[in-house]
C-alpha cells in the first residue's frame, strides 16, 4: 500500500488531489435497504450506508480519515503515530490497525472520558484490540481537557524522538488542520455517484456527530458538489450549540486546506443533542431500545456511544416523516464497543418491546 494521491476528483474538490492519502481500505461501502425498521417507523423509507464495514480491523468511519493522517505520516516518513481518544475509542483501535499494516508503531492515550465501574470497559471491546494490536498503551486523567491530552501526546513524541524514533502525532483538538474531515469529502463523492448510479432519490442523511470530523466532511464535498441534501448531525460529545461551532471551523479548515470557497451556510448546519444524555459514552434507555430495535429489525449492530445514539434520532425523525420521503443512516460503526459495554447493554434486553 503506498502513499497515493486520488485521481478523478471533481474540479471542485480543489486541490484534494495533491494531499497525500494511504488507502486503508479499497473503496465503496453498499448502501442497503432497511425495510422492516422502514415498517416499524411508519413513515420515511430508510436506508443505510454501511461505513461500519470499512474492512480495517472491524471498520468504520475513522478509516476514511485515517488514509489522510497516514498519508500526512508517511509523507513525513514517521514511523511512529500517536493517537489520543477514549478507553472506548474506535478511532484509536483502527489507528493502530492501520499502523501495523503499514509496518509502524502507534501510541494510544486512554482519556478518562467516562465514569464508569464496568470491567468490561476497561477490559473488552476497543481497549481489548488496542492490545491485541500491540499499541503502547499510555493514560491522561481528564476527559474534558483537549488541549491537555494534545500536550501530554506531544511530550511523549518529544521522547521518542529523543530515542532516535520519527513520530507523527494524529492531533484531537481545535486548530489543526482537519486532515481526517477530507476522508469524507471523498466519501461525499462515492456518494453522489451511488445516488446516480441507482437512481436513488435522499432527502435526508443522519450521522453521529462526534469530532465533526465526518458530519462536516460530508456535508462540505455534497455542498461543494452541488447537492441540497440535508444532513442532519447527532450529537454524541457536546450540546448543539458548541459542535455548530465545530462544524463551522473544520469546514472552514477544509476550504483553506483545499484551496477553495465553503458553499456551507449556516442553515445547512442542523444538529440534534436530544440524545446526547446523560453524556458522552453514556447510553440513555433510548439509545438502548435503538440498538436493540436495529439488531431486531435488520440484524444490524450499532454502538452504545455513536450509532445508537445517532439511530435513536433517525428512528424518532424518520417515524413522524413524509412516506415519500427517503432518509438515509450513516452507520460509522463502533460495533466492537457493545462488549465494551455489555452489562449496560444486556440491561435494555429486559426492556418491554413497544
Ligand atoms: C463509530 C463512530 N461513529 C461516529 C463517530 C463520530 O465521528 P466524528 O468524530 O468524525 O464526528 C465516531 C468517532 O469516534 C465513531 O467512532
Known amino acids: 500500500m503506498g502513499t497515493s494521491h486520488i485521481a478523478n476528483l471533481p474540479k471542485e474538490l480543489g486541490r484534494i488531489a495533491s494531499i497525500p ?4 481500505f479499497s473503496g465503496t461501502t453498499v448502501i442497503e435497504s432497511m425495510p422492516n425498521l422502514t415498517t416499524h417507523c411508519g413513515g420515511a423509507q430508510l436506508l443505510v ?3 461500519d464495514c470499512t474492512q480495517l480491523a472491524f471498520g468504520g468511519n475513522k478509516v476514511r480519515q485515517l488514509e489522510f493522517y497516514f498519508g500526512a505520516a508517511r509523507a513525513q516518513n514517521a514511523d511512529t503515530v500517536l493517537i489520543t ?8 483501535r483502527m489507528a493502530a490497525a492501520a ?27 476497543n481497549a481489548f484490540l488496542d492490545k491485541l494490536l500491540g499499541a503502547t498503551m499510555h493514560s491522561y486523567p481528564h476527559g474534558e481537557d483537549e488541549s491537555g491530552a494534545d500536550q501530554q501526546l506531544a511530550a511523549i513524541a518529544a521522547e521518542l524522538e529523543a530515542a532516535g524514533r520519527r513520530p507523527f502525532i494524529i492531533p484531537l483538538g481545535p486548530g489543526h ?3 481526517g474531515a477530507l476522508g469524507y469529502v471523498v466519501a461525499a463523492v462515492e456518494l453522489l455517484s451511488q445516488i446516480e448510479e441507482g437512481e436513488l432519490s435522499i432527502d435526508e442523511i443522519f450521522v453521529g456527530s462526534g469530532s465533526g470530523a465526518t458530519h462536516a466532511g460530508l456535508l462540505f464535498g455534497l455542498r461543494a458538489l452541488g447537492s441540497d441534501i440535508s444532513v442532519r448531525g447527532v450529537c454524541v460529545r457536546r450540546d448543539a ?11 472552514a ?7 477553495v470557497n465553503s458553499n456551507v451556510t449556516d442553515e445547512d448546519i442542523s444538529l440534534i443533542d436530544d440524545f446526547l444524555a446523560p453524556g458522552y459514552g453514556i447510553a440513555g434507555d433510548a439509545t438502548l431500545k435503538a440498538i436493540v430495535l436495529g439488531a431486531r429489525t435488520e440484524g444490524l449492530l450499532f454502538d452504545p456511544v455513536y450509532t445508537g445514539k445517532a439511530l435513536a434520532a433517525f428512528i424518532q425523525q424518520a417515524s413522524t416523516a413524509n412516506k415519500h420521503s427517503t432518509f438515509l443512516f450513516l452507520h460509522t460503526g463502533g460495533t466492537p464497543a457493545l462488549f465494551g459495554y ?5 440491561r435494555a434486553l429486559t426492556f418491554k418491546a413497544e
Open 21 to 24: 492519502r494511504t488507502q486503508l
Open 49 to 51: 450506508k454501511r461505513d
Open 85 to 92: 481518544s477514549a478507553v472506548q475509542s474506535n478511532f484509536v
Open 99 to 125: 499502523a501495523r499494516k503499514l509496518g509502524m508503531q502507534c501510541h494510544i492515550q486512554q482519556e478518562e472520558r467516562v465514569t464508569t465501574d464496568d470491567p468490561s470497559y476497561r477490559n473488552s471491546g
Open 177 to 179: 488542520p482537519p486532515l
Open 241 to 251: 450549540a458548541r459542535q455548530r461551532v465545530r462544524i463551522q471551523d473544520i469546514c
Open 253 to 259: 479548515g477544509i476550504a483553506k486546506l483545499l484551496g
Open 342 to 346: 455489555q452489562e449496560s447493554i444486556e
